[in-house]
């Protein structure tokens, strides 16, 4: 990505207009017992994620933006409830034509599901991941990676039907039939991050959350993953929460940003307006070190292993002052679908 494709930040995608909700993230908290070998103490904590609330919309892509540890995986993996939270709720709204056919599961929260509602939403909304070598079974051919999970589904599908649809799934995501017999280790990186999309596409998701799924990739092979996600988006009407630690993609792929900094949203906004209308003290770092005008921070960012009650940022920020240290800044409605966490905005 050039910088000029992070100043102006255009969508290949259609923007979404209708203003439908799919899912809502209320007040979400994680802590983790913090387990570091025999002398460890006890009763330790981790807070990874801190308060974290945001709209998505339908045909909409959010993208989740911050550092190495900031609690950004932690929150998309609340969201399919490989975590449960500490704390807070997720709301998810099936279509229309859901609702008609007796699945009467729509805006309640997904951690009060009972096991059908629970399968069904995960038909719904599909995780995929960072790593394709790590979350492939090696033993398994493609077709049996991407066909595995009818076994669980109740649903009917003959052999030809169901080699037709992983056929079909696979031309889709760039690969050919003759890949279907391959395994895991026989593709490169890039193919094998297109069979973890085809996994996760077979299912007709409504909703793709992609954890990183560009970072482990060479530049030109991101450019073509992040391309076929687009059009995936456009086909298949898709929305997207994506996270990522860097700005210039999501500046080009998401529709709006949400910034997090030690397991808080500290803001969030159109991804088009952001680099220039950004309010927040680490939004602007992040943007001047995508951009080469500034130089990394030598402060590392550490885990909250204690309960804070004040700015997350207040020990990095070049503005704080002694209120900031003692309680945590709401977050601020500044404009149209833009919000920031800060006493002393600009």
């Not at 950004?72 to 399919?80: C, E, F, I, N, P």
Request: glycine content about 6%; charged content about 25%.
């Amino acid at each position: 990505m050039s910088d000029e494709n992070i100043l102006q930040a255009k969508n290949a995608a259609p923007k979404n207009s209708g203003q439908e909700l799919i899912l809502r993230a209320e007040n979400l908290f994680k802590s983790f017992d913090l387990e570091a070998g025999f002398f460890a103490k006890k009763n330790q904590m981790v807070y990874a994620v801190n308060d974290i609330s945001f709209d998505l919309n339908r045909g909409e892509t959010l993208g989740i933006v911050g550092e190495s540890g900031c609690g950004k995986s932690t929150s998309a993996r609340m969201l399919v409830r490989m975590y449960e939270p500490t704390a807070g709720r997720v709301l998810y709204y099936p279509k229309v034509q859901d609702l008609q056919q007796g699945k009467n599961f729509g805006g309640q929260n997904i951690f009060e599901y009972n096991k059908k509602a629970l399968d069904e939403y995960r038909r719904k909304v599909k995780y995929v991941f960072q790593d394709p070598a790590r979350s492939l079974n090696p033993r398994m051919s493609a077709y049996s990676v991407l066909t595995d999970a009818f076994k669980y589904s109740g649903d009917k599908i003959g052999k030809d039907e169901l080699y037709e649809r992983a056929k079909k799934t696979f031309l889709e995501v760039g690969l050919t039939e003759r890949h279907l017999e391959k395994r895991p280790s026989e593709f490169s990186g890039g193919q094998r991050q297109r069979v973890s999309i085809a996994r996760a596409l077979i299912m007709n998701p409504e909703l793709l959350i992609c954890d990183e799924v560009v970072s482990a990739l060479d530049v030109s092979i991101q450019g073509q993953i992040l391309n076929l996600l687009q059009d995936l988006r456009a086909s298949k009407k898709l929305s997207f929460i994506f996270i990522t630690h860097d700005l210039k993609v999501a500046g080009w792929f998401c529709d709006k940003i949400a910034v997090m900094y030690r397991g808080v949203m500290v803001e969030e906004a159109p991804a088009a307006t952001l680099f220039k209308n950004a309010r927040h003290p680490y939004t602007k770092i992040l943007f001047d070190g995508a951009q080469g005008r500034v130089q990394a921070s030598s402060v590392e960012v550490t885990s909250v292993l204690s309960k804070e009650n004040g700015c997350p940022f207040a020990h990095r920020c070049p503005r704080a002052k002694e209120e900031c240290a003692k309680a945590l800044p709401p977050l601020q409605e500044l404009g149209a679908g833009h919000r920031a966490r800060c006493f002393f905005l600009d």
